[in-house]
């Protein structure tokens, strides 16, 4: 179910994407609309995922090039009036049924807090640099990443449920190559696999636990 709209190069871009279990679907969103939909035809697992990662995948790929901000996971099925009312807008981190938000406004150092399940901890930032944000309005930061061995290691995983997840961020990328990774998380033979990507250029969503379902 490929994306049929092109993510602008060197533009900063809101995307979303939204697994539904009770609805069978999976959407996703570019700025606040819905830009595809399609049947989840499996549910959305993680059984046996031991790697979590933003701007890479398991076996050094993947590599996201571009600038990355204000990352937001929730287990929630979010639509497009909640990406409309919260997408502008930083989060006080309490909100319901967020499971990890990172605001990236540390601005320098190899290390970046999130908040995971209300818990804040330190991700790892590998070989990354800081710059301004213009994600939205106000003076903010964002991470750098040169598609080349630019990442950030999350541990512990973050819980959620499998009936619904919402994954969001807003980025700004100068890269048409094929699978460069907004989030993922597999295991180290890259099965079970949830990516969050874009690829040449269009914006994708997929899951794979034991074969894909993918918009």
Not at 40 to 46: F, V
Not at 138 to 146: Q, S
Not at 154 to 172: R, V
């Amino acid at each position: 179910f490929p994306v049929t709209i092109q993510i602008p190069l060197n533009r900063w871009t809101h995307v979303a994407a939204v697994y539904d279990k009770v609805a069978q679907t999976i959407k996703v969103f570019v700025n606040g609309k819905v830009d595809g939909t399609a049947p989840a035809i499996l549910g959305c697992s993680t059984s046996g995922a031991t790697n979590m990662y933003l701007a890479h995948i398991t076996n050094d790929s993947g590599y996201f090039d571009g600038f990355m901000d204000e990352v937001r996971m929730w287990n929630q099925v979010k639509t497009a009036s909640d990406f409309k009312q919260g997408m502008f807008k930083p989060l006080t981190g309490s909100e319901a049924n967020l499971k990890i938000y990172f605001d990236m406004d540390e601005g320098t150092g190899t290390s970046c807090e999130y908040l995971s399940d209300g818990s804040t901890l330190s991700a790892t930032v590998s070989s990354s640099n800081w710059a301004a944000s213009g994600a939205f309005s106000g003076p903010r930061n964002a991470l750098e990443l040169d598609g080349i061995d630019d990442y950030i290691t999350m541990s512990p995983m973050p819980s959620y449920t499998n009936s619904a997840i919402t994954i969001e961020a807003w980025i700004k990328t100068s890269s048409s190559l094929p699978e460069r990774e907004i989030c993922s998380w597999s295991n180290n033979s890259q099965n079970n696999v949830v990516e969050f990507r874009v690829s040449e250029g269009k914006f994708q969503f997929g899951i794979d636990a034991g074969g894909w379902s993918a918009l």
